[in-house]
């Protein structure tokens, strides 16, 4: 399958392969586990353009905490790369692009045929002021909770559909040595709050968070709060979370030391790629309690820097990342679903049991923007949001909503 994966095919570009020559610099926080999908998609840019010399700048760090402050650094002291990865929406618009630190790329949309190919939602989400900004690889959900088919039946128990459910299980399994519910390090448990909001708002709560008609103070936000503290209670929050990678998180879920982990379906492509277990089989999934019907989305994207060195080098990368061939290299590595609409994610050489799954609820389900992704709010607020963890963990939910409120009031990002 990698063969066809990384089989050459002339894409579109700004000029012949032979043409395009010095260096090509792509930023992102996908090491280690994460680097196959990404490795996929150079080895197929190597192919087409041999004479680029492609530098793989990627910053270890789940969900780019790390290379996020890495970029910011070099965007705002004049040394952009030549392309990076941002979450498409308030990460990529709200930072980079209303401080005009990006070039306006409707042109390559135009140029490939791309307006009717990708979904209006995410197109909206990489626009600003009648100007798109970046291109979309792929697809992932954050509102899934994972676990191992042959455990939960040895426990006997199943997949919660509600987080009652899930709390009613939590003492059966605490008894017998297993953490019922696994996080990580910090960005892991604003991950999980999330998802619990999400569960506590719904969907149209949750965007009107950020329209500005849902008071973050307010009694339902408060709710909210509560809600994952009882969640969190039956967590290993404190016990060794902070000291665990997502991945490490995961790991401890499959070994059966932890019963369940909510994290986004990059979880998918490690326990897949990296650890080469069946989907269905190896490990389960459903989404996150209280969520049935709604897709938590993000999207990874690249952009075009102003003053980016080769920029036609660049140009090509982004072609190739936006064209069916690229998507199809890429995603079934990440454990995404491509962003394009005209994907065949109905090949079961490439996309597996999950993905298809993935790609069903994406194209039926209610969406909701993922906050801790970059999709639904600026980095002002985002960057913040250790702070108000911090403010629940000392002081308790009345409290963190009322810190919520002051930081989405300072930022602007919750429709001020």
Request: net charge negative; proline share 5%; aromatic share 10%.
């Amino acid at each position: 399958m990698i063969v066809a994966l990384l089989a050459v095919a002339v894409v579109p570009g700004v000029t012949a392969q032979d043409e395009l020559s010095g260096q090509l610099e792509i930023f992102s926080w996908w090491a280690g586990d994460e680097g196959p999908a990404l490795e996929a998609l150079i080895a197929l840019y190597n192919g087409k353009y041999p004479n680029v010399e492609v530098i793989n700048s990627a910053v270890t760090g789940g969900s780019g905490v790390n290379a996020r402050a890495v970029l910011k650094t070099r965007m705002l002291g004049g040394e952009p790369p030549s392309t990076f990865q941002v979450h498409a929406g308030q990460e990529l618009t709200g930072t980079y692009v209303v401080a005009d630190r990006m070039e306006d790329i409707t042109f390559i949309y135009e140029e490939e045929g791309w307006l009717d190919k990708f979904p209006q939602g995410i197109l909206d989400a990489m626009s600003y002021e009648g100007g798109i900004y970046s291109v979309p690889v792929n697809i992932h959900r954050s509102n899934v909770m994972w676990y191992v088919p042959a455990k939960l039946e040895e426990w006997g128990i199943e997949a919660p559909a509600t987080w009652d459910d899930f709390l009613a299980v939590c003492p059966t399994l605490q008894e017998a040595g297993v953490v019922p519910l696994v996080v990580g390090e910090a960005w892991t448990v604003n991950h999980l709050w999330e998802s619990v909001a999400l569960a506590v708002l719904g969907a149209d709560g949750w965007n009107a968070l950020w329209t500005g008609e849902l008071d973050p103070a307010g009694e339902e936000m408060v709710a909210v709060w509560n809600r994952f503290g009882e969640v969190l209670a039956c967590s290993n929050i404190d016990d060794d979370a902070s000291g665990l990678s997502w991945q490490q998180a995961t790991d401890k879920m499959i070994a059966g030391d932890a019963a369940f982990n909510i994290m986004g379906d990059w979880a998918a492509g490690y326990m897949t790629t990296t650890l080469g277990l069946t989907p269905g089989e190896g490990y389960g999934w459903a989404p996150s309690p209280d969520t049935g019907g709604t897709f938590m989305w993000l999207s990874d994207s690249f952009g075009l820097p102003k003053d980016a060195p080769n920029r036609d080098a660049t140009i090509a990368w982004l072609k190739l990342l936006g064209s069916v061939e690229g998507q199809d290299a890429f995603n079934p590595l990440k454990g995404s679903i491509p962003a394009r609409i005209d994907a065949d994610v109905t090949n079961a050489d490439l996309y597996n049991a999950y993905l298809q799954s993935a790609a069903a609820d994406w194209g039926s389900n209610t969406l909701a923007s993922s906050l801790v992704h970059g999709a639904a709010a600026n980095e002002n607020f985002s960057g913040e949001f250790g702070t108000i963890m911090e403010t629940f963990r000392e002081a308790g939910a009345e409290a963190a909503a009322a810190v919520m409120a002051e930081i989405c009031a300072d930022s602007g990002a919750c429709g001020g």
